[in-house]
């Protein structure tokens, strides 16, 4: 009887003893006090912990993989962790990195050092038409134009249009500069600086005339400029610049008008169109 309860007793004891390492048990490698925090506590001065190495290809075939997994990619040379979702790479560097190979939004102030080696040209959208002619061309106006703001009309202003033969055209996202236009050919609507500059004289002294863009054949008035001229044997030259909004396929020209005289010319001796995005 006494033997039966000393087995029973020792039974008791070893059930006991492997409960309590089941709840308080931590596993130490190198040390026999590991962290109470942890419940791997590898120590060592002389060696590293080496985690499972594979490439790329097998890490992908790890089925169900646990949020946290790590493993060592070979064919990256990078340590990657699974974050419930996809695997990510163990970054070294810091802050964050920019990833050239895609969208990525960059915000707050960066500094890059190096050398920029662009593949092909690193350019924004840019048109512009350049004309100049010795004896210009003359452009007959054959209303009076009234400078008023909101019409629907263009107010009787004339399209600036020299013709082709004497128009050079510079292109980066615009169309091909007929008919004295620039067609706006990029994907996305944006901003740009319209800049003119232009030589001109009147038939009849004293002439005001009023200057604008127009876009998609409207004249927008945020554009207009008025003039009052000189004498018609001087050229006078002026330039203006404004600030439109351009979808894809918008188109943007210069025109002109008359506050003063109908059925009278203005002789355009020279203008440069540009068209800059930002």
């Known amino acids: ?15 006991l003893f492997f409960t309590a390492i089941n709840t308080f048990a931590q596993v130490g490698i190198g040390t026999t006090t590991p962290n109470a925090s942890s419940m791997l506590d590898i120590t060592s001065s002389e060696k590293g912990f080496l985690p499972p190495r594979m490439d790329t290809s097998a890490r ?20 990657n962790y699974y974050n419930g979702t996809s695997w990510q790479v163990v970054e070294t560097g810091a802050g964050s990195y920019v990833d050239l190979t895609t969208n990525q939004t ?35 106006i054959p209303s009076v134009a009234t400078g008023n ?45 319209i800049a003119l500059s232009f030589s001109y004289s009147p038939e009849i002294s004293k002439d005001v005339f009023i200057f604008a863009v127009g876009k998609n054949g409207l004249v927008q008035d945020s554009s207009k400029l008025f003039i009052t001229t000189g004498n018609t044997s001087e050229y006078q030259s002026t330039a203006m610049h404004v600030l439109l909004w351009l979808d894809p396929t918008d188109y943007i020209e210069f025109f002109v008008g008359n506050l003063t005289s109908a059925n009278k010319y203005v002789n355009i001796k020279s203008f440069n169109f540009v068209a800059i995005g930002m």
């Open 1 to 15: 009887m006494r033997n039966l309860n000393l087995k029973l007793f020792f039974i008791v004891l070893v059930i």
């Open 60 to 79: 992908d075939l790890i089925g169900a993989p646990a949020a946290g997994l790590l493993i060592y990619n070979i064919t990256t040379n990078k340590l």
């Open 106 to 140: 960059i915000a707050g102030d960066k500094t890059f050092t190096g050398t920029l080696t662009a593949v092909g040209r690193l350019m924004l959208p840019m048109g512009e038409i350049s004309y100049f002619e010795t004896a210009g061309f003359n452009l007959t």
């Open 149 to 193: 703001s909101g019409l629907i009309t263009n107010d009787n202003m004339n399209k600036i249009n020299p013709g082709t033969a004497n128009t050079n055209f510079v292109n980066d996202m615009f169309g091909t500069g007929a008919d004295s236009r620039l067609t706006y050919e990029g994907t996305v609507g944006r901003y740009f600086h």
